[in-house]
């Protein structure tokens, strides 16, 4: 904001709306009165007339454009803390109450319906988000770390049969139990375990983008 205009009302940048307000309404009815004068001073009070009411409303403006955007930055900080919680209900409750919904939005909604396991809708979400915001790297890696995820999880179902066999194994001979519960893969490499890391890998990216929001 150009200094300016709180010089021309004669307040300060730290005054309070309700101050500037106050000043702003003694100064018109001043220059509505001094406007009715004879020659150039009525004249220059008309000039003031119109100085102060650009003056006021520039200030106001942009007091009220700042104010929403703090608390925007406020409800998102809300919202990811409630993630972190695992308050979804909470979380998703605040995004509701946004009226606007910028790519920022629409990224913590992915994260909110990834943590309830909602894949297909968390990647629309992220794909809405690139949409508005192409260069942030933060939905991007998200996203890639998404489809990874996405995909991993497809070949492993694609691989057992609706029996439960695995195509491996041939319908009815899935592979091996080794007595701990776990099936061989990769030289004994838990199936489990490789989805687990990827779960966590997705989410910890998520989460640690998410932290670097406001």
Known sequence: MNKQF?????????????????????????????????????????????????????????????????????????VDAYIRENRLNDAQAVLDEFN??????????????????????????????????SSNEKYRTAYNKLKEKIEYDKKQADSVHPQGGYAAGGQGNPQPDYGDGQQQMGGGFCEQCATCCACNMLFNCCLNACCGCR
């Open 100 to 133: 606007e919904r910028p790519a920022e939005w629409h990224y913590l909604q992915s994260v909110v319906f990834y943590k309830k396991n909602w894949m297909n809708e968390s990647k629309k979400q992220l794909e809405i988000a690139i949409q508005m915001d």
């Open 6 to 78: 709180y010089d021309l009302l004669g307040v300060s940048e730290s005054a309070t709306n309700e101050e500037i307000t106050a000043r702003y309404q003694e100064l018109k009815k001043k220059y509505s009165e001094e406007r009715f004068l004879e020659g150039e001073a009525g004249n220059e009070a008309a000039k003031m007339l119109n100085r102060i009411d650009v003056a006021y409303n520039e200030i106001m403006t942009e007091r009220k454009e700042k104010r929403g955007k703090e608390d925007t930055g406020s409800s998102y900080a809300k």
